[in-house]
């Protein structure tokens, strides 16, 4: 059974940096696109970014790029997200999912990891 666990989430100061971390089972990992999602409160989850299988290249959202990263290590299927200099509006909850090239996501959704930034 695939199994999607996010983890790293936490309080961030605006202007400051976090890591999130996916643990991915279940599936041939290193075959897979893989992305990352988030939900703002009162709104629907949105796509944010995504890593080809290889690790290269990588996508970005408008509101993300420069300055969010995504990496994985397919050896032990593993993806991260780099954020830096966080701001309020990036409060939410991120998900990782397997991503087709038409933008659908594979697999059913983990619980994700909270960001909260805030003063």
């Known amino acids: 059974q695939v199994q999607l666990v996010e983890s790293g989430g936490g309080l961030v100061r605006p202007g400051g940096s976090l890591t999130l971390s996916c643990e991915a089972s279940?599936?041939?990992?290193?075959?897979?696109?893989m992305a990352w999602y988030r939900r703002i409160p009162g709104q629907k989850r949105e796509w944010i970014g995504d890593?080809?299988?290889?690790?290269?290249?990588?996508n970005f959202h408008d509101s993300v790029n420069g300055r969010f990263m995504i990496t994985r290590d397919n050896a032990n299927n593993m993806l991260y997200l780099q954020m830096n200099n966080l701001q309020p509006e990036d409060t939410a909850v991120y998900y990782c999912?397997?991503?087709?090239?038409?933008?659908?996501?594979?697999?059913?959704w983990g619980r994700g990891a909270q960001v909260t930034v805030s003063s």
């Open positions: 999912n397997a991503r087709n090239p038409q933008g659908s996501v594979l697999w059913t």
């Open positions: 890593i080809a299988s290889s690790g290269i290249p990588t």
């Open positions: 279940g599936f041939l990992f290193r075959q897979y696109n």
